[in-house]
């Protein structure tokens, strides 16, 4: 992109969001929560609230009576969706002499920013896909295990961009996602841990011809800019069926953000073979200004910069108020 046409993004400019919600011009419909569970219609409940705890992230509150207001009329829509997909595959296969045997797998994108809950959403819509009466095979990666390894990002000087799109390893993903789309068998993603805070060396999650699969992280909707030499290169998204995006005001975000890394001292920093185990000894006035360190240095900018930015290319935007349940659903009308 021309440099000088490149809209450089202030930590302290407005959040956007109105526009795509309250204008007549917008290409999204917007749905009150109580509006939106109306859509559920016969869509059964096929979760407890012991398997929702068990699904939901460290502080997130998420609840039963969340997946009965929000979560059933996704799947209902999704379903919609993946039968379409899939008797539009049908057909085309006659125009292609397409192998019998080749599935294409539905492949739904989840964005979001850091500490937005992505997680949570992402292993709930999971289990209530799988739960179809079709039963169908639903896989989750995370990009997480696709950035690059500590070693290469503090060779390049990028670990504190951990999350910018430049700390990923984009080609990978690329290959990824066009593997499982031409239907291959046993395709390998690799794993992060949030212990080590790096990628695990030589552990991989296998996966194999999927019906859907959930792919989830913070960058998923982004846009690259084109190469100096013109050559065609596809975005992540393009692989996408359809496509999520966890919304929230920023204030909420950075609150849940510090909240949940005070917590992690409490637990997972606990851990001496944590990354952060250090943080694990501070005080808490130390330790709350690491937190908000992270949140503004890394985090915040990242979400305004490049996480943001490509909100308005969802599918269908969750839009979260203060208790962390979702007030608003944003579905794309064009
Ligand atoms: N430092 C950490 N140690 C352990 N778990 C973490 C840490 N940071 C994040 N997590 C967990 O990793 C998952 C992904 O977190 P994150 O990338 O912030 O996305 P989100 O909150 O939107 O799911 C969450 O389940 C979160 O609880
Ligand atoms: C690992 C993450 C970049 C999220 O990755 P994602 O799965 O969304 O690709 C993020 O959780 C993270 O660790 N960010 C670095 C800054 C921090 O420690 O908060």
Redesign the pocket.
């Known amino acids: 992109m021309d440099q000088s046409v490149k809209r450089s993004t202030s930590l302290d400019d407005p959040d956007p969001f109105d526009q795509l919600s309250g204008s007549e011009l917008s290409p999204y419909r917007r749905f009150a929560a109580s509006e939106w569970a109306a859509f559920r219609a016969d869509t059964p409940l096929t979760l407890t609230e012991d398997e929702v705890k068990r699904l939901r992230?460290?502080?997130?509150p998420v609840d039963l009576d969340e997946v009965r207001r929000i979560y059933l009329s996704m799947s209902r829509l999704l379903y919609a969706h993946v039968e379409a997909s899939q008797s539009l595959f049908e057909q085309r296969k006659r125009f292609l002499s397409v192998d019998e045997a080749i599935k294409t797998p539905f492949i739904i994108g989840i964005a979001?920013?850091?500490?937005?809950?992505?997680?949570?959403?992402?292993r709930i819509l999971k289990e209530l896909l799988a739960r179809w009466p079709s039963s169908p095979k639903v896989d989750l990666v995370?990009t997480?295990g696709f950035l690059l390894p500590n070693a290469v990002l503090r060779e390049h000087g990028l670990m504190e961009r951990k999350?910018f799109p430049e700390s990923y390893d984009v080609s990978a993903v690329l290959k990824f996602l066009s593997a499982i789309k031409a239907g291959e068998q046993a395709v390998r993603a690799p794993i992060y841990s949030?212990?080590t805070?790096d990628v695990l060396p030589d552990e991989f999650i296998t996966i194999d011809r999927p019906d859907i699969l959930v792919f989830?992280?913070?960058n998923v909707l982004q846009v690259r800019d084109l190469p100096e030499d013109g050559k065609m290169v596809p975005f992540v998204s393009d692989y996408f069926d359809f496509s999520i995006y966890?919304d929230a005001p920023e204030e909420l975000i950075h609150d849940?953000?510090v909240t949940?890394?005070m917590q992690?001292r409490q637990t997972?920093?606990r851990d001496p073979r944590?990354?952060?185990h250090r943080y694990a000894e501070l005080s808490e006035t130390a330790a709350l200004s690491i937190a908000e360190g992270l949140w503004s240095n890394i985090?915040l900018r990242n979400l305004k910069e490049n996480i943001q930015p490509t909100r308005p290319r969802a599918d269908l935007i969750l839009r979260k108020g203060s208790d962390h349940m979702v007030e608003e659903v944003l579905l794309r009308k064009l």
């Open positions: 992230s460290l502080n997130d979001g920013s850091v500490a937005v809950g992505k997680s949570t959403t992402a995370t997480d999350g949030h212990m805070y989830e992280g913070i966890i849940w953000y949940r890394f992690l997972a920093f944590s990354f952060f985090n």
